[in-house]
């Protein structure tokens, strides 16, 4: 099992006092219309934080009314781009001064790592605020080369209202990462966040009000899924949703925005990324990237490289050092700094994992460390690595979400290539070899969105992130984030006399 941490912990009484737990519609902090509130959790303890107002439809028509005004009255979608980027650069600033609060919030919220959260998650969400930001007045069309005797030329104007639905794993990441581009493009917006994790995101309402963005652009509506979501997936008032969940989750988002005014989605989705791992790979090295690619953030991340595939030239040695360093894994309270791995998420994660590795001891596979719960109250589990695992069982098949590993040994790299693909799923995968020939091959035929080479989680705002099969589609960061909030309106006059078309 990993080591667990007896640092001296916050207690749940030192935490300050939750600031905003209403809905924020149109600039001002309200409650719901039902007057229904919710309790958030702290996953390390199972005690409650506070009570969140739980909005319903009703809440949803309201804020996608101030959205609709702002988009079809208000300053912000006709600022010049470079005026919408100096005011994000002020929310910007607003959150790295902020930084120690907002991770504070992710960590007794979410599970997160509070050192991480401060140092790492919350800068680089602001950074993704400024890279788009810069990308506000960068924003054009193109000139048309016609074949008749027309000039034509495109428009890159904004979509219109959205729909952020972001998840609970990483709340401040996924906030700004949704937010941002939006914003770049000259979108209003109706924000739900996680029910499991609404703290962060109505922190970062009151910080966009603050840096100047107008009322009515940024809205956030705490609540329920199969409520609040619904209901912002089948607007017939918003112009696009995005998504990221499971992919059960995701279908139902995409039925809902077919069957109401055809919005367009994206929908970044479930995965089972593969992590591959050739016989000439650095052992030390392969073994803290497949320990990193299961454990980070608890596995409670989409790209979790949770089937680990390993070359049977060096499987023995790789099992070996890998359950050495599991061992040392320390699992404990998020705010003790030499804790690696908090608390799963709530007690439904927490149960649903732990289900999971039971399944995988029924269908036969060899538990090699971990696999029980630890601690004495809140939500935490021990980094779990099983081997002697078959393509067709269960956890080889379905996404966990939690730090438990599947340990496979191969001999090709067309064997490697068609079980790594061999998976509903196609998000991210990673590739563990100083083979330049074999690390193009097998990149080139990984049915996934990114692949990443003697690396893992290797995340930049340059580069688009999304996925393949029943991952999901569209993209989010980079030049394609931006897109997806753009539509391209072609404007054509004729042209007479010209001497040449």
């Known amino acids: 099992m990993g080591a667990e941490s007896n640092g001296s912990l916050k207690c749940l009484s030192e935490i300050p ?16 219309i039902s007057g229904k509130t919710f309790e ?30 702002a988009f079809d009255c208000g300053p912000w979608p006709r600022l010049p781009g470079s005026a919408r980027g100096k005011i994000m650069m002020k929310f910007a600033e607003l959150i790295d001064e902020n930084a120690e609060e907002l991770a504070t919030l992710d960590c007794i919220d979410a599970g997160k790592l509070f050192d991480w959260g401060k140092k790492v998650d919350i800068p680089s969400a602001a950074e993704t605020l400024r890279y788009f930001a810069g990308a506000a007045g960068k924003i054009h069309g193109e000139t048309l080369k016609m074949s008749s005797e027309h000039q034509g030329y495109t428009l890159r104007e904004p979509i219109g209202v959205v729909g952020h639905i972001i998840p609970w794993n990483f709340p ?5 990462m949704k937010v941002s581009p939006a914003l770049a493009a000259g979108c209003t917006m109706v924000v ?14 009151h910080l966009a009000k603050l840096a100047g963005i107008p009322n009515g652009v940024i809205n956030v509506i705490t609540g329920f899924g199969p409520t609040a979501g619904a209901a912002i997936s089948s607007h017939m008032d918003i112009d696009k949703v995005s998504f990221t969940g499971s992919t059960e989750v995701g279908r139902l988002v995409m039925q809902a925005a077919a069957m109401s005014n055809l919005k367009p989605v994206s929908l970044e989705l479930g995965g089972k990324s593969p992590l591959i791992i050739f016989d000439d790979a650095n052992i030390d090295k392969a073994t803290d990237l497949a320990l990193l690619g ?5 596995g409670e991340i989409c790209v979790a490289g ?11 040695e790789f099992v070996k050092k890998l359950t050495e360093k599991a061992k040392t894994w320390v699992v404990g309270d998020p705010f003790d700094p030499k804790v690696r791995q908090g608390p799963q998420v709530d007690k439904k994660q927490f149960d649903r994992i732990l289900s999971y590795i039971e399944h995988g001891k029924r269908e036969g596979a060899t538990l090699l460390t971990g696999g029980k719960p630890c601690g004495h109250k809140g939500y935490y589990i021990e980094p779990t690595i099983f081997t002697d695992v078959k393509d067709d069982m269960v956890i080889a098949k379905e996404e966990i979400f939690g730090p438990v590993m599947s340990l496979m040994k191969f ?20 590739i563990v070899t100083n083979n330049l020939n074999i690390a193009n091959t097998v990149s080139r035929s990984i049915r996934a969105g990114v692949i990443w080479i003697n690396c893992y989680f290797a995340f930049d705002n340059d580069c688009p992130y999304g996925g393949y099969k029943s991952s999901g589609f569209g993209r989010d960061l980079g030049k394609q984030g931006l897109d997806q909030y753009l ?9 007479y006399d010209s001497p040449w078309l």
């Open 17 to 32: 006092e939750i600031k905003f737990t209403k809905l924020f519609i149109n600039g001002k902090f309200v409650d719901s």
């Open 40 to 69: 958030t959790i702290d996953p390390r303890t199972g005690e409650v934080i506070a009570k969140i107002a739980e909005g319903d439809k009703e809440d949803v028509d309201l804020a996608v009314k101030a959205a609709r005004e």
């Open 172 to 176: 401040s990441t996924m906030f700004l």
């Open 192 to 205: 739900k966040p996680a029910e499991q994790t609404p703290l962060s995101a109505l922190y970062y309402a």
């Open 294 to 298: 299961i454990l980070f953030n608890k």
């Open 306 to 316: 949770s089937r680990v595939f390993v070359q049977e030239g060096i499987y023995d």
């Open 411 to 430: 001999k090709t790299v067309e064997e490697a290539i068609k079980r790594a693909n061999a998976t509903k799923y196609g998000l991210a995968a990673g």
């Open 487 to 495: 539509q391209v309106k072609a404007v054509v006059t004729p042209v």
